[in-house]
């Protein structure tokens, strides 16, 4: 089990944990607590399961109980073993196992089926004939009953005999389906005697060709955590209609003991789209590189971003789960990624947008070296030597030619301090062909090299970074915002296409940026804070003799400043 506090010596953090930890002290439910995450191979997860995950992962945890990764294989058209291989390694990653116990509903289709048969049997479902369009128009609306279908009054026998024939492949797809007998005036329209199974001949990853009829989510859901012994079913709130329905099944089953439905709000981001179909069509139009792609909300696209798990659970927490559904803002998770992040991540120079700096009082062949922290927040970690040399290279952020007032970085007779190193001079600005500015000339003074004072007292107000350029490598550094301008991206006008929400500008690409020789070795999957310009982390393409970084988060958050500047 994780290292979490015991619900005996923490209360309970939000009213699903106080639900749990009342029903044990109460004796309504024994242990272990069960839980499940039930998702759809039928794409890839985002950050809204990730909330899910953390809740059913995590109370299972602090109960000493146990969560399910459960797979809803129960529409083998849109589901694939691509998804379930992602999901399974998705879910690791967030939760940390490395070994998750992994069930289907497929595994449970014969007891469903039987299930059904007794149903069929007690006169509580029947085969229908009508197709789809007939049976959504007479369905009824909220405010007037349905119709029931000329075939609702079949006899258990006949439906017996129907419904065979639709597991043997005997009906066409669309032909029949069975449904539900409850009532057709009520008030929930998901009890108006809702569809059981429907006729698909699509093969099925797990079961191939064996079966010819599907069940539907409200059948299957109930039917597999009571199957597994689930306790607590925790889902999101657009399921609280839904559990009326899961209740019935169960009560005419006469299942015992029953598990029970609890619904939380769900996961909202500003500038995010929480919807497989929406992230389905961003990828299959080709507007993203993929699932995977970092300014994707998927859980793979916030890994190859850089993003850790632990914020990402943190973040989850401290949004909180409760009965209101709410927008939370992407910044916030931004500065649960800088905490964790700022914690664990070691420092190292680079250099964006180099600017070649000569010093000119220095031989070719003189070689200083500058300790630094590896990381300020964990003093055991120790120092990083770098070499400096001759040439060097700064950021051209950090020098202006003709700078505003209150710009205290380089300029034209100006100093500052070289991280480790010592307070630089620009003496000299050497121009190109085309007058922009070649390299600087600059000189150190002696004095203050390692750490030492100017024997003058004088003070800088600047301390900029560097990169050896002899040693320097070079490596394509992308920088990611907002997928999306809007803050709601499908907040559009009728008939408009959502996705001229989309940044263009979302991904920067340098790629003549300046690392020093050790970071091309940096594995991917870990992280580094390129000191004063951000997080970042080697992407899926990086190589030793190719470096490619992605950057996961600045230090501060440059698009909060400057929408409040606008």
């Not at 964990?378 to 770098?386: E, F, H, K, N, S």
């Not at 051209?396 to 500052?416: C, I, T």
């Not at 915002?481 to 559009?492: I, K, Q, S």
């Amino acid at each position: 089990m994780a290292d979490h506090a015991h619900p005996a010596t923490e209360p309970p953090r939000d009213f699903i944990r106080q639900i749990v930890a009342d029903d044990l002290t109460q004796g309504r439910v024994q242990p272990p607590v069960v839980t499940r995450f039930p998702p759809e191979p039928n794409g890839y997860l985002h950050i809204g399961h990730a909330k899910a995950i953390a809740l059913d992962f995590g109370i299972a945890d602090e109960f000493d109980g146990l969560c399910r990764l459960r797979f809803d294989d129960t529409n083998p058209s849109k589901e694939d073993v691509e998804y379930v291989d992602a999901i399974i390694r998705d879910v690791q990653w967030l939760t940390g196992r490395e070994h998750i116990e992994v069930r289907y509903a497929s595994d449970y289709f014969p007891q469903m089926y039987a299930w059904a048969e007794a149903l069929i049997s007690k006169g509580l479902a029947y085969v229908d004939d009508q197709d789809g369009e007939t049976i959504r128009r007479n369905r009824g609306t909220v405010t007037s009953p349905g119709v029931n279908s000329p075939w609702r009054d079949r006899s258990p026998e006949e439906n017996l005999e129907l419904f065979r024939s639709m597991r043997d492949g005997q009906c066409a797809p669309g032909s029949r389906v069975l449904r539900a007998k409850i009532d057709m005036a009520h008030a929930n329209m998901l009890l108006r005697d809702p569809l059981m199974y429907r006729i698909q001949f699509d093969r099925h990853h797990r079961t191939g060709d064996t079966w010819k009829i599907y069940p539907l989510y409200d059948w299957a859901h109930g039917l597999e955590d009571a199957i597994e012994g689930v306790t607590h079913s925790l889902c999101t709130l657009e399921f609280a209609t839904h559990r009326p329905l899961y209740d019935w099944y169960l009560e005419q089953l006469e299942l015992d003991p029953r598990p029970h439905q609890y619904e939380f709000n769900r996961l909202n981001l500003s500038h995010t789209v929480m919807s497989k179909r929406k992230l389905m069509e961003l990828v299959q139009r080709g507007l993203v590189k993929g699932w995977d792609d970092p300014r994707m909300p998927t859980l793979c696209g916030l890994r190859r971003r850089g993003v850790p798990p632990a914020a990402i659970t943190t973040f989850c927490r401290e949004v909180g789960y409760t009965k209101v559904d709410t927008t939370n803002e992407w910044a916030l998770l931004e500065y649960h990624i800088r905490q964790e992040l700022n914690r664990v991540a070691p420092r190292a120079m680079a250099v964006l947008r180099p600017l070649l700096v000569e010093i000119t009082h220095w031989d070719d062949d003189r070689k200083e070296s500058a300790h630094v922290p590896i990381n300020p927040e964990d003093p055991d970690a120790g120092t990083r030597q770098l070499p400096a040399g001759r040439l060097l290279y700064i950021d051209q952020d950090d020098f202006m030619e003709d700078p505003p007032k209150k710009f205290f970085r380089l300029r034209p007779g100006g100093e500052v301090r070289l991280r480790g190193l010592g307070y630089l001079r620009c003496d000299e600005i050497v121009r190109d062909a085309n007058g922009g500015i070649e390299r600087l000339r600059c000189s150190i003074d002696e004095a203050t090299l390692h750490g030492g004072a100017p024997t003058d007292g004088r003070k800088v107000k600047a301390t900029i970074h560097w990169v050896d350029a002899a040693s320097a490598r070079n490596a394509e550094v992308r920088l990611y915002t907002h997928l999306f301008t809007a803050e709601n991206p499908l907040a559009v006008d009728e008939g408009e296409d959502w996705t001229t929400n989309i940044d263009v500008d979302s991904c920067t690409v340098i790629t003549d940026a300046k690392i020093p020789a050790f970071l091309t070795e940096w594995p991917v999957g870990a992280h580094v804070q390129f000191e004063r310009l951000g997080y970042f982390c080697p992407d899926h393409d990086h190589r030793a003799d190719r470096p490619v970084f992605n950057r996961t988060a600045t230090l501060r958050d440059a698009w909060a400043k400057a929408k409040g500047a606008s």
